[in-house]
């Protein structure tokens, strides 16, 4: 092992940069495995978030007063021993979630009420050791940053490069190469080798054995005033606030895909480390923390309105290149225009709690000012999620970010710089106010060139951003800037036969089931067909209440036998004992984040437990969305579950995959005769091609199954491949080439 000082140091921050990186990696985990468990919905996102921050807070706290109070002969070795806690609690991850799966269902149908309770409890039973380990980590930075003589905000700086690099590793490398399981096992490796390391790196000698109360401290622990323990918590609110503000305009233009929420994520990570290796030099040029507050706020309110404009500049920018290079370019432009536009405010702001840090480095102080600002940051993003999106949108609620900084700067400022302060923060929201674009008043987000667009409803809420528009003669309903579903005849007929063909097929459906409902085209088809009783099951409450918009849903949801709830749809077939003759969903696109969840065989196997035996389970395959190879994993995950299976290609490339629920002693056969006769008479017209079980298990060969552990199409595969057909149309002719030579006319 290194025995130079300068060689110890970089190995040191070399340890503290991976245990950076590990510590997102487990966060996202966090995030995926609580969504699978639990269902996707903001209010699961939040109990996850808050858990997480409230345990890092006072797990900060805690071992900053516990330091206070003792001699550590051998920090660097208690810094290891918490990154072992950290990967032996993440060992039991998977073992827990499935725990509290069961346990959810099992609750939710004695009680529905209880569910909440019981997610909060079980999130912070099984999150709660890893965040206490991962919040102590920062008051020990204070014991080693004076024993190897490095500023305690290089220690957190390069503790938060590494998280930039942990969740882009993440989502490009890891979970792609090795699933979700394996990198559990991979993440918590990286743990421990951190711990190994930390046990074999030499360090300064000091007084007492670190395991007896000292009697008379070295160094009398310094009590922080008020006003320092202010700017941690708002710095951390205004921080995380302006990620859910901000991040909602960049999904509206880089779509909701796992790739892109890394590169955001990580174009946020990077200028906060920036901030954070420079602080000590501002520090010794005499800035205080007041200059950089008005700074941050002002750079704030500035880059507001360039944020709202981020969909035009990216559409803007040419491409230049094709095939697979151009998605990695593609990620590199986005990733520097995020840096770009949020890098200056970000940077400025995150200079403020290292410059704490290195004025309170006390263990103790330390301790307070990071605890204080992780609980800013958990309410910071629940506030703006709950309440400032709902009521302000995403600008009006940054610069509301923006003002409580330039605040917080003028309480900290001298009398004489108070007024200069309070001065550029309002000439600041001038210039933000006048170069406001209006986003869902005069236009809306969308990666779409149309050519005018009026906007009907805009509604920013905690789960996403829901819109309708007239945009060129077309009614669209858009969902964080994608066009989800819309009302032309384009739309129309895949939307008609998603509700249509399962229940034609079924020789007596009397309950169905909608998972998603868009603009309601489906259940209408649904409906249609005259069954006793539609469920109909959809994740944001906002789609509901823009159904009245459409008219080709001929207002399904007035019908008394139409009956409707707002859930994840996995959840609600794994919590409701109730069982559907049809079940049918329309999901967002495949590689958005979290769909892979719908596509999985693990919900599969779920949905055919809530159908009754000959039941017929429906899904979409937009073929014009999926690279070969993934639309035939597609197929074969359904297959593998639902054997008696078909699926039926209408225009425009659309998939319709219809399974059969085998009953108790069923032989193997294809979907009913009778049935495809009578559709076959009605739906001729448009849906021209059927891939029969046979030939569907040929259309799945080149595929793979996909599951929740692979996540097969959610993390860094899926979009490169479809940048290698250059086109969608390339995409379409590929997927219709091969469907075409498997395939027969339906009239055949």
């Known amino acids: 092992m290194p025995r130079s000082p300068s060689t110890t140091r970089l190995a040191l921050q070399v340890c503290i940069a991976l245990g950076g990186c590990a510590a997102l990696s487990w966060e996202v985990l966090w995030q995926i495995e609580s969504s699978l468990a639990l269902g996707v919905s903001a209010r699961g996102t939040a109990i996850t978030l808050a858990t997480t921050m409230a345990g890092m807070g006072a797990g900060s706290l805690l071992a900053g007063r516990w330091l206070a109070r003792r001699r550590v002969a051998r920090p660097l070795r208690l810094y290891g021993r918490l990154e072992a806690a950290i990967g032996l609690a993440g060992l039991a991850l998977p073992f827990g ?294 009521a302000f949108g995403f600008a009006r609620s940054a610069w509301g970010l923006g003002l409580l900084i330039v605040a917080l700067a003028c309480w900290a400022a001298t009398p004489r710089t108070r007024g200069l302060a309070a001065a550029a923060g309002c000439a600041a929201l001038v210039v933000a106010v006048l170069g406001t674009s209006s986003p869902g008043r005069e236009r809306v987000q969308a990666p779409y060139p149309w050519e005018s667009v009026e906007i009907l409803v805009h509604e920013e809420g905690p789960d996403s951003t829901v819109s309708v528009v007239e945009a060129d003669a077309t009614r669209y309903l858009l969902i964080d800037g994608f066009a989800a579903s819309g009302e032309d005849l384009t739309w129309g007929p895949y939307m008609d036969r998603m509700g249509r063909l399962p229940m034609l097929v079924h020789p007596d459906p009397r309950r169905a089931l909608v998972i998603g409902f868009g603009t309601g085209q489906t259940a209408h088809a649904v409906r249609d067909e005259e069954p006793d009783e539609l469920q109909i099951v959809e994740l944001d409450r906002a789609v509901l209440d823009a159904a009245p918009w459409f008219e080709t849903n001929h207002g399904v949801l007035d019908d008394p036998s139409v009956s409707t709830a707002v859930m994840d749809g996995r959840a609600w077939l794994r919590r409701q004992p109730r069982s559907y003759d049809v079940i049918t969903l329309e999901p967002m696109p495949p590689h958005f984040a979290g769909v892979n969840a719908l596509y999985s065989r693990d919900f599969y196997e779920i949905l055919a437990q809530r159908l009754e035996p000959g039941g017929i389970a429906c899904q979409w395959v937009p073929l014009h969305l999926l690279p070969p190879r993934y639309a035939a994993s597609v197929t074969r995950t359904f297959q593998s579950v639902f054997p008696d299976a078909e699926m039926w290609v209408i225009p425009n490339a659309q998939g319709v995959l219809l399974g059969r629920k085998r009953a108790p002693g069923d032989a193997p056969e294809a979907l009913p005769r009778l049935a495809m006769r009578h559709f076959t008479e009605r739906l001729v017209d448009d849906t021209r091609l059927r891939l029969g079980p046979r030939a569907l298990e040929r259309f799945g060969d080149e595929g793979e199954v996909i599951s929740d552990d692979n996540q097969l199409l959610a993390f860094g595969r899926l979009a490169p491949e479809m940048w290698l057909y250059g086109t969608l149309n390339q995409v379409i002719a590929r997927n219709l080439e091969r469907v075409r030579r498997l395939a027969r006319p339906i009239q055949d």
């Not at 346990?103 to 019981?118: H, I, K, T």
């Not at 490095?150 to 942990?166: E, K, Q, W």
């Not at 840096?339 to 004025?359: K, N, Q, R, S, Y």
Request: glycine share 10%; charged share 10%.
């Open 97 to 390: 979630f499935a725990a509290l799966e069961r346990l959810d269902g099992w609750l939710y149908r004695l009680e529905p009420a209880l569910a909440s309770p019981l997610h909060t409890l079980g999130i912070a039973l099984l999150l709660g050791p890893a965040a206490l380990a991962m919040g102590a980590t920062v008051p020990v930075f204070g014991l080693l940053a004076p024993r190897f003589g490095v500023p305690l905000s290089r220690l957190y700086a390069v503790n938060t490069a590494g998280a930039a690099l942990g969740v882009l590793g993440f989502t490009f490398a890891v979970v792609p190469a090795l699933g979700l399981l394996l990198t559990i096992l991979a993440i918590a490796g990286l743990d421990f080798a951190v711990c190994l390391a930390a046990h074999a790196l030499p360090e300064p000698e000091s007084e007492g054995d670190g395991a007896q109360p000292a009697a008379e401290p070295e160094v009398v622990a310094p009590r922080v005033p008020p006003l320092p323990l202010a700017i941690a918590a708002a710095t951390g609110f205004a921080t995380f606030g302006l990620e859910v503000a901000w991040f909602r305009s960049l999904r509206a233009a880089f779509q909701s895909s796992a790739d892109s929420f890394a590169i955001i994520l990580a174009s946020v990570l990077v200028p906060l480390a920036l901030g954070a290796r420079l602080a000590p030099r501002l520090r010794a040029r005499g800035l205080s923390p007041a200059p950089l507050l008005a700074a941050a706020g002002v750079a704030i309110l500035l880059a507001t309105p360039i944020v709202e404009r981020i969909d035009l500049i990216d559409r803007a920018l040419p491409e230049l290149f094709s095939g697979g290079t151009a998605y990695v370019l593609q990620q590199i432009r986005r990733f520097l225009l995020g840096l770009a536009i949020l890098g200056p405010p970000v940077f400025v702001l995150g200079t403020v709690l290292p410059w704490l840090l290195d004025e309170w480095s006390h263990p103790s102080a330390a301790g307070r000012l990071y605890g204080a600002n992780t609980v800013g940051a958990a309410c910071g993003s629940l506030a703006t999620a709950w309440l400032l999106l709902p």
